[in-house]
């Protein structure tokens, strides 16, 4: 199991995978031990957790790499663990030990108990230390697209182009009527 296939739904507890899809939204499984299914209606609100950043100072960090810092720590025994009963210093404490440069206005209180919520979810359930970048590269053909110059001097890009797509997803094509003589 990688992050993008784990999703945080809007209004229901915990994590859930994906497990398909369907026209009526995404098909999805509790992470709760549960295995409960159901089916996301496609006006509900889905987070990718591949997608979740946490805001630094500087810029912001992945949320695969904040799970990296935080299983490295609980490996060493030094991650600790927080609840919603700590005051909100000794939250902001125990996470500034995980992220020092995270930005502490834009970070709130919940988020860091969601983030360590999430954490413990997963725990068990998939490995930290996979590289995706790499993956992702290994995966992923390269398209080479060669550029032509035109008489006008202006460059062309040729090679496979995507056909546009309608809202309902398939391919659009024009039908162009001649006449005849």
Not at 37 to 49: C, E, F
Not at 96 to 117: F, M, Q, R, T
Not at 124 to 131: A, P, R, V
Request: proline share 3%; hydrophobic share 30%; aromatic share 4%.
């Amino acid at each position: 199991m990688e992050l993008k296939d784990v999703v945080s739904v809007s209004g229901k507890p915990g994590l859930h995978k994906i497990i398909g899809k369907s026209q009526n939204g995404l098909v999805l499984e509790s992470l709760d031990g549960s295995a409960k299914r159901m089916i996301t209606p496609v006006t509900q609100k889905v987070s990718v957790l591949e997608d979740v950043s946490i805001y630094t100072e500087d810029s912001d960090i992945k949320l695969l790499e904040v799970f990296k810092k935080m299983s490295d720590l609980d490996e060493k025994g030094n991650l600790g663990s927080i609840e919603k009963s700590n005051t909100p210093d000794q939250i902001k404490s125990w996470f500034a030990s995980i992220i020092p440069d995270y930005n502490k206005e834009k970070v709130y209180n919940s988020d860091i108990l969601k983030v360590c919520n999430w954490y413990s979810l997963l725990k068990g359930k998939m490995s930290f230390d996979q590289t995706e970048d790499a993956k992702d590269d290994a995966e992923t053909p390269v398209k080479e697209v060669a550029a032509k110059k035109t008489k006008g001097g202006k460059n062309i890009k040729t090679g496979n182009t995507p056909k546009a797509k309608t809202s309902k997803g398939a391919a659009k094509t024009t039908i162009t009527s001649r006449k005849m003589s």
